[in-house]
């Protein structure tokens, strides 16, 4: 399964910092951050919870880029 989302962030190393810390997040198969779009495209592993991998995806991502926001 592939779900989009609105994100906000500050910079393209931010950006890079978040799709790095999706990838390593348990149910993520895939993730692709576009600065320019302000857009997270994650890839979940079959038979994840998409909500409960997306909290834990927000809590890696404000753990390096602690101004970022991903609207869920």
Do not use: H, R
């Not at 890079?16 to 997270?40: R, S, W, Y």
């Not at 592993?45 to 890696?60: F, I, L, Q």
């Amino acid at each position: 399964m592939k779900k989009s989302y609105k994100i906000e962030v500050d910079c393209a190393n931010c950006a890079n910092l978040m799709e790095d810390a999706t990838k390593k997040t348990a149910g993520v198969k895939d993730c692709v951050v576009n600065f320019m779009t302000q857009k997270m495209n994650v890839e979940f592993d079959e038979g994840a919870d998409v909500a409960s991998v997306m909290e834990n995806v927000v809590k890696n991502c404000k753990a390096v880029e602690e101004d970022c926001e991903i609207f869920l």
